[in-house]
């Protein structure tokens, strides 16, 4: 795994496109495809957030909360 280098702008669209997505199915190509960037970037991006306490990977739900207070506070 990469050392983590803090957040980048990408890894706030990907939970902002994460949760707009609300109850649907999604997984790393459907997002990539979406948002046109790359699996990697996703996966990338994804490890960043849950790394940074943004969301759990397992259950892919994003802290909407944590979310919130780091786009405010951040």
């Known amino acids: 795994m990469k050392a983590h280098n803090g957040m980048r702008p990408l890894d706030i669209v990907v939970l902002l496109k994460i949760i707009a997505m609300g109850d649907k199915y999604w997984n790393h190509q459907s997002l990539a495809k979406s948002l046109y960037i790359s699996q990697s970037e996703i996966s990338e991006s994804l490890n960043r957030s849950a790394f ?9 739900r994003v802290f909407t909360q944590a979310l919130q207070g780091f786009l405010f506070e951040g």
Do not use: V
């Not at 940074?52 to 892919?60: D, Q, S, T, W, Y």
């Open 52 to 60: 940074a306490g943004l969301m759990n990977p397992e259950k892919k």
